[in-house]
């Protein structure tokens, strides 16, 4: 467990010794919001040991799997809200898996939305089969998909060839219905993420498809770090080589952390003011923003 060091201290705090010094020496468990919780001079050690990342990873996961899922089920001007259905996908045989497998399916899918003159918008997470795991101590890749189909168009089975064309799963078994919750049956089985670091090599863990650009830029902007939020809106900044950068007057905004390596860990170190903490949720002043 690594710990945030308060300038006063005499030098960096983990493990056990966060657990003995406590509060008293201006020590602040990582787990809290660094943004709420560091001041001008304070530095905090991030570990880059496996767990770590891939809390870094799902974080990420999460914020863009919500994000899109809000942002696939509004209605169109003018339509009725989309159908929302949950799609799961599993392999026949354990050892089965290859990395091109979720590309082709939801390949076909978009063809099948094609012909049928419907949008074509989904958002999947590839999940370990939990229970196959336990049983059989084999990381068995399964997936999640969540698609919108408009009022009266039905999702077809993507195990069973249709019209003469091959089936869109052809590996193994599927399961089809209407999803009550919507993105909550997807951030439920994010929530069990913990085994992620142990899939395959190779294998993507999410998908989506389907936004459009005001969509794409508010997901975007999910993922921008806290600071940069409150100061740049939906669509009003955008990620180059020199760093995050204001389209209206081309400015490089300057990130308030200095990042320096050390052995199997990142320090940072806060050296400027963090802007006020003033939105919770996608805003712009340049653009209409959609609820999300």
């Known amino acids: 467990m690594s710990a945030v060091v308060h300038p006063r201290s005499p030098g960096l705090v983990t493990g056990e010794a966060w657990g003995q010094a406590g509060a008293a020496g201006g020590l602040v468990p990582t787990k809290t919001s660094l943004s709420g919780c560091l001041s001008p001079g304070d530095s905090v050690l991030i570990s880059l040991g496996?767990?770590?990342l891939a809390e870094r990873r799902?974080?990420?996961?999460?914020?863009?799997?919500?994000?899109?899922?809000?942002?696939?089920?509004?209605?169109?001007?003018?339509?009725?809200?989309?159908?929302?259905?949950?799609?799961?996908?599993?392999?026949?045989?354990?050892?089965?898996?290859?990395?091109?497998?979720?590309?082709?399916?939801?390949?076909?899918?978009?063809?099948?939305?094609?012909?049928?003159g419907v949008p074509?918008?989904?958002t999947w997470v590839a999940e370990i089969q939990p229970k196959r795991l336990e049983r059989t101590g084999k990381a068995v890749v399964h997936y999640h998909l969540l698609a919108w189909l408009p009022v009266g168009v039905s999702m077809?089975?993507?195990?069973?060839?249709?019209?003469?064309?091959?089936?869109?799963?052809?590996?193994?078994?599927?399961?089809c219905d209407v999803a009550r919750?919507?993105?909550?049956?997807?951030?439920?089985?994010?929530?069990?993420?913990?085994?992620?670091?142990r899939f395959p090599k190779g294998l993507r863990l999410y998908g989506i498809g389907g936004l459009s650009n005001d969509g794409k830029q508010i997901r975007r902007w999910h993922n921008l770090?806290?600071?940069?939020?409150?100061?740049?809106?939906v669509g009003c900044s955008k990620r180059?080589?020199?760093?995050?950068?204001?389209?209206?007057?081309g400015e490089v905004l300057a990130?308030?952390?200095?990042?320096?390596?050390?052995?199997?860990?990142?320090?940072?170190?806060?050296?400027?003011?963090?802007?006020?903490?003033?939105?919770?949720?996608?805003?712009?002043?340049?653009?209409?923003?959609?609820?999300?």
């Open 50 to 52: 496996a767990s770590c």
């Open 58 to 116: 799902v974080a990420r996961l999460k914020r863009s799997v919500w994000a899109s899922g809000h942002l696939h089920s509004l209605a169109h001007l003018g339509h009725r809200p989309p159908v929302a259905w949950f799609v799961t996908l599993t392999y026949a045989k354990a050892d089965a898996w290859a990395p091109d497998h979720m590309s082709a399916a939801v390949h076909a899918f978009r063809l099948f939305c094609k012909r049928a």
């Open 120 to 122: 074509c918008s989904y």
């Open 156 to 175: 077809p089975h993507w195990d069973k060839p249709r019209a003469g064309r091959a089936a869109f799963w052809p590996h193994g078994m599927s399961e």
């Open 181 to 197: 919750s919507g993105v909550g049956y997807l951030m439920k089985y994010l929530s069990k993420l913990g085994e992620f670091h």
């Open 225 to 233: 770090p806290q600071w940069a939020k409150q100061l740049c809106g």
């Open 240 to 249: 180059t080589g020199a760093g995050l950068v204001v389209l209206d007057t």
């Open 255 to 292: 990130s308030p952390y200095r990042v320096s390596i050390v052995p199997g860990a990142i320090l940072v170190r806060l050296v400027a003011a963090l802007p006020p903490r003033w939105v919770d949720g996608p805003w712009s002043l340049c653009r209409p923003v959609m609820p999300c």
